[in-house]
């Protein structure tokens, strides 16, 4: 990896379509979800036209996106080293200038809708638009990609937070309190937290949102806020939260991780396509850990309209054994309720339904009231150029 005062040679480079918002919308539309919209700006460049042809081409829609004059399209320099491992140094250009107002055009946002964010645009912009999901009957997904501290008022506004261990460390870290026993907030600042899945937990039982949180090697988890029947209904009082976990998904007979690039924005994009599909929660995570796992595996960045066929076909293997991980993986975890792949979303019921649902939630694991599926994906944008090849998925 490239080090300060230093310059390093690489064996050549791509220019590929790429930023985290059109990557997930992208891997969204590739694993089969029915309407996916992507929301954001460009500016009047080449890189432009490579995107948007990208993008059409994998059937996403693109009237939410506005050309700027006075900003480039955005850049990203991503550096990937032997191992498969990388650096990546982003130029913002025209994601500097994407607004929550962009979300107000007829019909763009609806009740049931998915709105699902980045924060490779400005982040006062990324809490607006979560207000106006709300306000809309839309259902919030946050990734906080690239990682930066959210607003207890955010968190508390959202159905979803994805994160990867560093971002749900940093998310923790921002916070201006902690839990107790009981989870009760006892402290200003937080005290520090070092593991990851600890910090989702107190994330989702303080703030009553899911958390979604990829573990690398170990797979990924979800962390579900549950409330047992009868306690006090202020926010935090009394909560306790359920963990589905899964692990990864397992390498292939010849299969070699080849570029880490883009493998989270390929998690996120197929969690959220299973999710808009109505999918309960460990299918969801199931096809996004698949969705991953192989893009850490090909050599190009374009996800085959037969991977469809492929991923359903690697779930249905791997279902007795995930289930099973998912009952183990509850009762390790403080003790809570057994999940046999359910548990509320949105920060609502637990494993098995008990206790009120703050917004839209079933107790089976699915997003309650259902529009369009996958609309409204409002992000950054941008071409991606690097040593190496780049994901597009």
């Given at each position: 990896m490239v080090r300060p005062w230093r310059a390093v040679l690489a064996p050549s480079y791509q220019l590929l379509p790429g930023g985290k918002g059109s990557n997930q919308a992208f891997a969204a539309a590739k694993v089969g979800a029915a309407n996916v919209e992507f929301?954001?700006?460009?500016?009047?460049?080449?890189?432009?036209?490579?995107?948007?042809?990208?993008?059409?081409?994998?059937?996403?829609?693109?009237?939410?996106?506005?050309?700027?004059?006075?900003?480039?399209?955005?850049?990203?320099?991503?550096?990937?080293?032997?191992?498969?491992e990388n650096q990546i140094c982003v130029g913002s250009g025209a994601n500097l200038f994407v607004t929550a107002t962009q979300l107000e055009a007829p019909g763009r946002l609806k009740a049931g809708d998915i709105l699902l964010q980045q924060m490779e645009i400005p982040p006062t912009q990324v809490w607006a638009a979560v207000e106006r999901a709300r306000k809309a009957g839309a259902h919030s997904v946050l990734n906080v990609a690239p990682a930066a501290p959210v607003p207890e008022d955010v968190l508390g506004s959202l159905d979803f937070l994805l994160v990867n261990e560093h971002e749900a460390l940093e998310v923790h870290a921002?916070?201006?309190?902690?839990?107790?026993?009981?989870?009760?907030?006892?402290?200003?600042?937080?005290?520090?937290?070092?593991?990851?899945?600890?910090?989702?937990?107190?994330?989702?039982?303080?703030?009553e949102v899911a958390v979604v949180v990829t573990l690398g090697a170990e797979g990924a988890a979800v962390c579900l806020p549950r409330r047992p029947p009868?306690?006090?209904?202020?926010?935090?009082?009394?909560?306790?939260?359920?963990?589905?976990?899964?692990?990864?998904?397992?390498?292939?007979?010849?299969?070699?991780?080849?570029?880490?690039?883009?493998?989270?924005?390929a998690f996120v994009g197929a969690f959220c396509a299973a999710l808009a599909a109505g999918a309960p929660l460990h299918v969801c995570?199931?096809?996004?850990?698949?969705?991953?796992?192989?893009r850490w595996t090909v050599s190009k960045p374009v996800l085959k309209a037969p991977m469809v066929s492929?991923?359903?076909?690697t779930i249905r293997c791997n279902a007795f054994k995930l289930c099973f991980q998912f009952e183990v993986a509850a009762v390790q975890h403080g003790g809570h309720h057994r999940v046999h792949g359910g548990g509320g979303t949105g920060g609502g019921a637990g494993a098995h339904g008990a206790g009120p649902t703050r917004g839209p939630a079933r107790g089976d694991g699915q997003l309650g009231a259902r529009g369009r599926a996958g609309e409204g994906l409002l992000g950054g944008a941008g071409a991606v150029v690097g040593a190496t090849e780049v994901s597009q998925c």
């Open positions: 929301i954001g700006c460009v500016g009047d460049d080449g890189f432009a036209a490579t995107l948007m042809a990208s993008l059409k081409g994998a059937g996403v829609g693109l009237a939410g996106v506005e050309t700027r004059q006075d900003a480039p399209t955005a850049c990203a320099a991503v550096v990937v080293d032997a191992k498969g921002g916070l201006q309190r902690d839990l107790g026993p009981g989870g009760i907030a006892v402290s200003d600042p937080p005290t520090v937290v070092t593991d990851p899945l600890g910090a989702c937990i107190a994330i989702a039982t303080l703030y009868g306690c006090d209904v202020r926010r935090g009082a009394a909560a306790g939260c359920d963990v589905m976990e899964v692990e990864a998904a397992p390498l292939m007979d010849g299969e070699k991780i080849v570029d880490t690039v883009g493998a989270g924005d995570l199931q096809r996004a850990s698949t969705v991953g796992r192989y492929a991923l359903e076909a």
